[in-house]
Nanobody, 123 residues
Framework: QVQLVESGGGLEQAGGSLSLSCAASGRTFSNYVIGWFRQAPGKERELVAGIGTVGSTTYYADSVKGRFTISRDNAKNTVALQMNSLKPEDTAVYYC????????????????WGQGTQVTVSS
């Protein structure tokens, strides 16, 4: 089992950057795939970036490719999401989530979730 806590959200202008962090507890963190999801008001939760257990495999939604970068540090039990060239449509609550070993893209396939952090991008 793993517990997740997000930090780093806030308000930023369009074109700016924010960095989110996901801190995990648990001795087997390196066996978990981590996904960053977001949910905007009235919209479904979507996977924006995911990273495999050792960091060599990554996934990005088309909407964030070239702007967002996901990384992990298994020694520190953390996963970061660097968000550059932010757009107003990036406004959402961002969640990190974990699942065992194999990367998937649907929220229902992730059993462990953080509480979420708000990201607001003004135009």
């Amino acid at each position: 089992q793993v517990q997740l806590v997000e930090s780093g959200g806030g308000l930023e202008q369009a074109g700016g950057s924010l960095s989110l962090s996901c801190a995990a507890s648990g001795r087997t963190f390196s066996n978990y795939v981590i996904g960053w999801f977001r949910q905007a008001p009235g919209k479904e939760r979507e996977l924006v970036a995911g990273i495999g257990t050792v960091g060599s495999t990554t996934y990005y939604a088309d909407s964030v490719k070239g702007r967002f970068t996901i990384s992990r540090d298994n020694a520190k039990n953390t996963v970061a999401l660097q968000m550059n060239s932010l757009k107003p449509e990036d406004t959402a609550v961002y969640y990190c989530a974990a699942r065992w070993v194999v990367m998937r893209t649907l929220p229902s396939e992730y059993p462990y979730w953080g509480q979420g952090t708000q990201v607001t991008v003004s135009s």
